[in-house]
């Protein structure tokens, strides 16, 4: 049975330290629904209502453009090994620019400085409902390790050519929404 709570608890908070992989679900008005599986390794806890994460440069950068138009975020764990669980955190969601204010404050205390190769942006969600429910449906898997293929992609480019490659990938949704990662728009 799903079960709600106004705020991460003791125990969720144990689950997401325990996960590999995160998935986050959005989308504006006439657009298609994203969602993207993360790695949980730039994904922290701040306080029991807001989480971030610290975004990589994709192939698209569909997050950033929903959450401008619309600002609803889905933030979903779930147990592929251990108690079968999935953890849902609903709320609002906003891009902090990288290079921004915001952006810097939160890197130098939640991140110790570092940014990881090809860092985009942060997401931050406030969370306005955490709810699990029972991942009977969910199959078991056994981590393996983290790919290293978007460190590799990343650091085989310079920063002109990420900013090349996210002006022309990551300006607009896909379905021509403006994502706001450059001021221009």
Same mark, same amino acid.
């Given at each position: 049975m799903a079960k709600q709570f106004p705020a991460l608890d003791e125990r969720h908070l144990d689950?997401?330290?325990?996960?590999?992989?995160?998935?986050?679900?959005?989308? @504006?008005?006439? *657009?298609?629904?994203?969602?993207?599986?993360?790695?949980?390794?730039?994904?922290?806890v701040i306080d029991p209502n807001t989480v971030i994460y610290l975004d990589r *440069?994709?192939?698209?950068?569909?997050?950033? @453009?929903?959450?401008?138009?619309?600002?609803?975020?889905t933030v979903m764990f779930c147990a592929f090994e251990g108690a079968p669980t999935i953890l849902r955190l609903y709320g609002r969601g906003e891009v902090l620019a990288r290079g921004g204010e915001a952006y810097a404050g939160l890197l130098a205390e939640?991140?110790?400085?570092? $940014?990881p190769l090809g860092a985009r942006q942060m997401v931050r969600l406030t969370i306005d409902l955490v709810q699990t429910s029972c991942?009977?449906?969910?199959?078991?898997?056994?981590?393996? $390790? $983290?790919?290293?293929?978007?460190?590799?992609? @990343?650091?085989a480019k310079t920063e002109a050519e990420l900013d090349a490659y996210r002006r022309q990938k990551n300006a607009r949704s896909m379905d021509g929404l403006p994502t706001g990662l450059f001021a221009e728009e």
């Open positions: 689950f997401i330290a325990r996960q590999h992989i995160v998935f986050t679900a959005s989308a @504006a008005e006439g *657009t298609r629904i994203n969602l993207s599986p993360r790695g949980t390794d730039t994904f922290r *440069t994709g192939s698209g950068n569909e997050t950033a @453009a929903h959450l401008r138009a619309d600002g609803r975020l939640v991140y110790d400085g570092q $940014e991942g009977y449906g969910v199959p078991v898997f056994d981590y393996r $390790e $983290e790919r290293p293929t978007l460190d590799r992609w @990343a650091q």
